[in-house]
């Protein structure tokens, strides 16, 4: 007997539920809604949502819009972002998560309280990612963004260091970059860091491996665009060799569920429970009607 088994922990986050949330009760309204970037980094959801009306636009788009209303994703703009909207007279439906308007916050204030210090402040992230372009707008572009160790050359070793995460950052990744980060810079300078990753997508981290060794085969399902996602497979792949990585049903290898007792599908935080269900269900029919 075939077992399937749905990671109960996989699935939107509480920013992407909400952002989500709040285009639907938009676009039940009627009108035009407008989304700046995509809403998740998921293309079915994004399709799904474009059904129901909603136009997803580019910044430069966005910058030559006026008067009209537009959702802001749970990812957060930069401070410009908001400016043109009061100058093209733009309604916002600000979706920005909670747990990133903290951290742009965070960045904002410590930025201005440290003006007169020779200082740097580093976030460590994924280079253009639209969380990461918010968090860098709140210092009007002078953070550096570090990926990884490769780029510790951009860091000066003779300046105050304050070292932040993007949310959807691995937290022992960000462990390893602090101390590379620590070991550069002058120990005659302050280097300061906050753990800023986000405290659900961590424990997804422990949850998503555990779940994946409890199975013969993994179908990791994700967008390609996701950052999170990307993080969480990998984690899969590294506990359990038998992990793909699907964006839909369409891309079930089904002769991988051949001679084989118990399947998982588990997912990113940009992940709706509901494509998660149509993996199980086409895996499903696929076995009944052979």
């Known amino acids: 007997m075939l077992n399937i088994e749905i990671?109960?922990?996989?699935?939107?986050?509480?920013?992407?539920?909400t952002a989500i949330k709040k285009?639907?009760?938009?676009?039940?309204?009627?009108?035009?809604?407008?989304?700046l970037g995509d809403i998740v980094h998921n293309?079915?959801?994004?399709?799904?949502l474009k059904r129901?009306?909603?136009?997803?636009?580019?910044?430069?788009t966005y910058r030559n819009l006026h008067n009209a209303k537009v959702l802001l994703r749970a990812h957060g703009e930069p401070p410009e972002t908001y400016e043109i909207a009061k100058t093209n007279n733009l309604e916002l439906i600000d979706a920005t998560c909670p747990v990133v308007l903290k951290l742009q916050q965070r960045i904002k204030k410590k930025w201005q309280e440290t003006c007169n210090e020779e200082r740097q402040i580093i976030i460590h992230g994924q280079a253009g990612h639209a969380e990461v372009l918010g968090l860098v707008g709140q210092t009007r572009g002078e953070a550096i963004v570090i990926e990884?160790?490769?780029?510790?050359?951009?860091?000066?070793?003779?300046?105050?260091?304050?070292?932040?995460?993007?949310?959807?950052?691995?937290l022992e990744g960000y462990k390893r970059i602090v101390e590379s980060i620590e070991e550069s810079v002058s120990k005659e300078k302050q280097c300061e860091s906050f753990n800023t990753v986000c405290g659900q997508v961590a424990n997804r981290m422990n949850g998503i491996g555990e779940f994946a060794k409890s199975h013969d085969l993994i179908f990791f399902v994700c967008g390609k665009k996701s950052s999170?996602?990307?993080?969480?497979?990998?984690?899969?792949?590294?506990?359990?060799?038998s992990s793909y990585q699907i964006e839909g049903p369409e891309d079930i290898d089904f002769a991988l569920t051949e001679n084989t007792e118990s399947i998982g599908i588990c997912g990113a935080t940009s992940t709706p429970k509901w494509l998660m269900e149509n993996c199980k269900q086409a895996i499903i029919n696929y076995h009944n009607n052979k």
């Open 23 to 35: 285009a639907e009760e938009e676009l039940q309204n009627g009108g035009t809604l407008y989304c």
């Open 148 to 170: 990884d160790a490769s780029q510790l050359n951009r860091i000066a070793k003779d300046k105050n260091t304050y070292i932040y995460s993007q949310t959807t950052k691995s």
């Open 52 to 60: 129901m009306g909603l136009v997803t636009i580019d910044h430069a």
């Open 43 to 48: 293309s079915i959801e994004c399709d799904r």
């Open 228 to 241: 999170n996602g990307k993080i969480l497979y990998n984690e899969c792949k590294r506990v359990n060799p």
């Open 7 to 17: 990671d109960e922990h996989s699935g939107f986050c509480f920013g992407v539920t």
